[in-house]
């Protein structure tokens, strides 16, 4: 403990001279010099000729840097005295002959600043602490061997070789490279989900390491489960300019335990870990399973008024890594882990989907690259959605159990129920389902009315060989564990099927989760998966097709991360082979069964932190002096969840307890403590107030006025009887109000997008009549089709393509039957599809008509006027050969006589056959049906 006697400029150096001990350097007196005594030595108070310089640093016996001192209120002044420092480090060292030291801190030793003069444009950066001697040794050889330090390097990077890159890889590189050439610490890689961000990450990590001499970079992730992905990304990646993998050239390490091996060029480590290594503390592993804003890691923590803060740490130097990347940053740097990513001194490059207000601020808005996801759609490197809508009665309105009537109680956790008769009315609404309330039949009739819509309006089409439904990958998000226990008992049942068709993939499952996960991702059974949050991001299941949301979600970033497991794109050999009888993935489906596409989002976390935390043991930290942000964000998620379930004596009872405090009251004093406009408004009126010399005082002293007046309020008496309120609220499972579909519509919205696609598809085809032969003819030649061949078509469909990819034929085909009824299945082939399009959209058909059934219906009429007329009637022999060549034009949009000599009527006697049974009349009939059955 500090003197509290002690000059303020002491203080300063005492704590300088304990940061350099602990990075390794020998701390001297001027009069007791030993250059011999490390590698790296420490003289305070050393004679230049400009006055004694506060710290000089010696590198074996060489002098190499400075170190200016300033007490600790001079913190925010340290930009100010760079000039001193730099006139330090220019001036002439007693006894010695030197250049001038590149190396130059200024310090209070609590706050430190450091500029390397070797860099181009030398500019200062804060830095946690000193750097060791072997660090500067070795970028004093690097730097003598190439004339560069690593910013050096960055200005001169070779051109990227786009080659295999998508054009947003391509722009979000070549933007970050120039973001690190112009020596900007932080940037954001903005890219839709399914756009290739760990490709991409890939990418550019390797040219740091090849191009930039960097050695050492970190992907940060926040759950095992990115890591390991992360993983087998770098595994596979080869680069375009070598022939060897990513890990054939570099060591890559994703670390599962603190030994971090020096040796490596790349570390995978999730955030939660890397905090553990510095803190040198063991991780329980479970901490890595959770986002870490839900972690239960920190519960440890909960002992302590405040999360101890990272202090340094000899085994992993601040200069460990020269970059940091990390993964999903929207929501892994706050709080707790902000503290991780500032200990480190290094380039941080942010990678996401879906960055709200704080993301762009942490990153100082240096936003490299911004591709949506409506972005991608247009690419064709994810595909739309629809959305299909389901409500029942008791989903919206809830119901009745009224007394006298018996039901079922369920504890949560142990599912452990019991019969009571009901002593007074219990009215829930709908948002009290599936926590307070469990209707079975509510959850009964959305699965019944899915299973419905799946076969008749979302994918009809899906008949298997056998003729059996094939149901398209699905995934479910339900509530919470329990709930999705009886969503699982429910589709098991109104499916018809066994325990292999329906399965739960939750952390809490008793199988191997991720055993589950790659059976649903890669074989035909699971159908259908049931998940609370493990695969709600961040996840690959790229033959997914529906997603149906039994929950809500209020966070606008977690709701698009949810969306995002439906978007990715998938071959049609790898989407058979999971799903047979399906052709293509031109579209992933939003079953909404809870109002989620509907309801209000926004762009806050979380409040939920500590989920596996009884809300007694957070009640009861709280009342000991606790306060830090996630153990206060959580205690008022508990109480906003409370609140809702409170009778008006509960919340009488309440108010005696605490002093005329409300759950709300309560809960907004916790939300406040940590509410960054809170704070600055009182930090304003402190200022005003009492005089106060700086912001970010004021700031600090409003923060620790509104944690005391959260916390105050909490006591055993008061935690008690919350406690006992709590766990009266068990679920109640209502076998009683039976529920009903009230809605299972398409929504009007998903309506909307269909007339936006017709009208964009038909405009491109008009826009392009005078440009594509096949469009000149349906257009203005009308009676020219017969002479339209497959060929001509296929120009059209390689022009929509290669212009408008999100305006593929099949995909508009589903388009148009969201706006009219379709005569006809959707067709199998984009181009008989195109053709029956081109006929919608010229007049020639009044409605969408699939080609086959024009071809049939034409056909039949060819043959009737043939047969009522003076011609010969056709024998069945020949009847049958007239059906082959309908049957051909109407998948090849046209037949020629050189066709007979190919499938499937080179089987039947090909052109010699049709010449017996037709004579010289071969050429004709052809040339009438060619011009009849397009007609």
């Not at 099927?497 to 790659?518: H, I, M, R």
């Not at 600090?700 to 005391?708: D, P, R, V």
């Not at 005078?770 to 078509?793: F, G, N």
Request: charged letters at 25%; hydrophobic letters at 35%; proline letters at 4%.
């Amino acid at each position: 403990m500090a003197n509290t006697n002690q000059h303020p400029e002491q203080i300063a150096r005492d704590k300088i001279d304990q940061l350099l001990q602990q990075a390794g350097w020998a701390v001297q007196a001027k009069n007791k010099v030993n250059l011999n005594a490390s590698q790296g030595v420490a003289v305070r108070e050393y004679q230049t000729d400009v006055g004694p310089a506060d710290y000089v640093l010696f590198v074996k016996r060489k002098p190499v840097g400075i170190i200016e001192a300033k007490r600790e209120k001079e913190g925010h002044h340290l930009t100010m005295v760079e000039e001193q420092s730099t006139q330090y480090a220019h001036a002439k060292l007693k006894h010695l002959n030197h250049d001038p030291l590149p190396f130059v801190y200024e310090s209070t030793g609590t706050l430190t600043r450091f500029t390397n003069y070797h860099d181009p444009k030398p500019r200062g950066r804060r830095v946690f602490g000193f750097y060791t001697p072997q660090t500067l040794t070795q970028w004093l050889e690097d730097y003598r061997k190439s004339g560069k330090t690593l910013r050096g390097n960055l200005l001169d990077m070779p051109t990227l070789n786009t080659a295999g890159l998508r054009p947003a890889q391509i722009v979000a590189i070549n933007n970050l490279e120039t973001s690190f050439k112009e020596n900007r610490p932080k940037a954001l890689i903005q890219m839709a989900t399914g756009a290739g961000k760990t490709f991409t990450a890939a990418t550019f990590i390797y040219r740091l390491l090849k191009h930039a001499n960097a050695q050492r970079v970190l992907f940060l992730v926040d759950t095992k489960n990115l890591g390991e992905q992360a993983e087998q990304e770098f595994m596979k990646f080869q680069p375009r300019d070598d022939n060897r993998k990513f890990t054939e050239l570099y060591n890559v390490q994703r670390l599962s335990s603190s030994h971090i091996a020096p040796d490596n060029q790349v570390y995978i480590s999730t955030i939660q870990r890397l905090y553990s290594i510095l803190k040198g503390q063991e991780l329980d592993e479970s901490a890595e399973l959770d986002h870490p804003n839900e972690s239960t890691w920190l519960q440890n923590q909960l002992q302590n008024k405040a999360p101890m803060p990272v202090v340094y740490n000899p085994k992993l130097p601040l200069e460990m890594f020269d970059f940091i990347v990390v993964d999903e940053c929207h929501r892994s740097i706050y709080n707790l882990w902000k503290q991780v990513l500032d200990y480190f001194d290094a380039f941080l490059v942010g990678l996401t989907a879906t960055p709200d207000k704080r993301t762009f601020g942490f990153f100082n808005e240096n936003v490299v690259s911004e591709y949506t996801y409506e972005q991608s759609v247009v690419d064709g490197v994810n595909v739309p959605y629809d959305v299909y809508l389901i409500e029942t009665e008791v989903s919206q309105k809830g119901a009745t159990i009224e007394a006298g009537w018996q039901v079922d109680r369920r504890d949560k956790l142990t599912r452990r129920t019991r019969w009571q008769q009901e002593d007074e009315d219990t009215i829930y609404t709908k948002n009290n389902l599936d926590k307070k309330v469990v209707n079975p039949s509510q959850i009964r009739h959305i699965i019944r009315e899915f299973k419905r819509a799946l076969q008749k309006d979302i994918f009809p089409k899906r008949y298997d060989d056998q003729g059996e439904y094939q149901v398209p990958k699905t995934l479910i998000f339900a509530k919470t564990d329990s709930h999705a226990d009886d969503i699982i008992k429910m589709v098991r049942e109104e499916f018809g099927e066994g325990n292999d068709f329906c399965k739960k993939v939750t952390y809490k499952a008793q199988e191997d989760p991720k055993s589950v996960l790659n059976r649903f991702r890669n074989n035909y059974y699971p159908r259908i998966a049931v998940t609370v949050d493990m695969i709600a991001t961040g996840t690959d299941v790229k033959p997914l097709e529906v997603l149906l949301f039994m929950r809500d979600v209020k966070s606008r970033n977690y709701f698009e991360q949810m969306k995002g497991r439906g978007t990715r794109t998938v071959g049609d050999d790898a989407l058979k082979q999971v799903s047979s009888a399906a052709q293509h993935k031109t579209h992933f489906v939003i079953v909404d069964a809870v109002g989620a596409t509907k309801s209000k989002k926004t762009d806050s976390r979380p409040l939920e932190r500590k989920r596996s935390v009884a809300t007694k043991d957070l009640l009861g930290a709280v009342a000991m002096g606790a306060s830090d942000e996630d153990l206060f964000l959580s205690l008022a998620n508990r109480l906003v969840r409370l609140n809702g379930q409170l009778s008006p004596t509960e919340a009488e009872g309440v108010l005696e307890h605490s002093g005329g405090k409300s759950l709300p009251q309560m809960t907004k004093e916790l939300l406040a403590a940590y509410d960054s406009d809170t704070i600055d408004t009182a930090a304003q009126a402190l200022m005003q107030s009492q005089g106060l010399p700086s912001l970010e005082m004021a700031r600090e002293q409003a923060q620790a006025q509104l944690i005391e007046t959260a916390g105050s309020t909490f006591n055993g008496e008061l935690n008690e009887y919350l406690e006992n309120v709590r766990r009266e609220h068990e679920q109640i499972i209502d076998h009683i109000n039976l529920d009903q579909v009230t809605k299972a519509e398409w929504d009007t919205s998903s309506t909307d997008r269909a007339q936006a696609m017709v009208q964009d598809f038909s405009q491109y085809m008009a826009d392009h009549k005078d440009e594509i032969e096949a469009l000149s003819i349906y257009y203005d030649q009308p009676h020219q089709r017969r002479h339209i061949t497959e060929k001509m078509v296929k120009e059209v469909l390689a022009a929509l393509k290669a212009d408008k990819p999100t305006l593929a034929p099949l995909v508009v085909w589903e388009a148009y039957t969201a706006l009219e009824k379709v005569k006809g299945s959707r067709p199998e082939k984009e181009l008989t599809a195109l053709v029956a399009l081109l006929r919608r959209i010229t007049g020639l058909d009044s409605v969408l008509t699939a080609y086959d059934k024009t071809v049939d219906r034409n056909f039949q009429d060819w043959v009737f006027k043939r047969h009522s007329g003076s011609s010969p009637k056709f024998n069945e022999e020949q009847m049958q050969w007239l059906r082959m060549l309908k049957d051909h034009v109407a998948t090849s949009l046209y037949v020629d006589i050189d066709d007979l000599d190919y499938s499937p009527f080179d089987a039947k006697g090909g052109r010699g056959k049709m010449q017996k049974l037709f004579g010289n009349q071969i050429q004709a009939i052809i040339e009438e049906l060619n011009e009849a059955l397009v007609a």
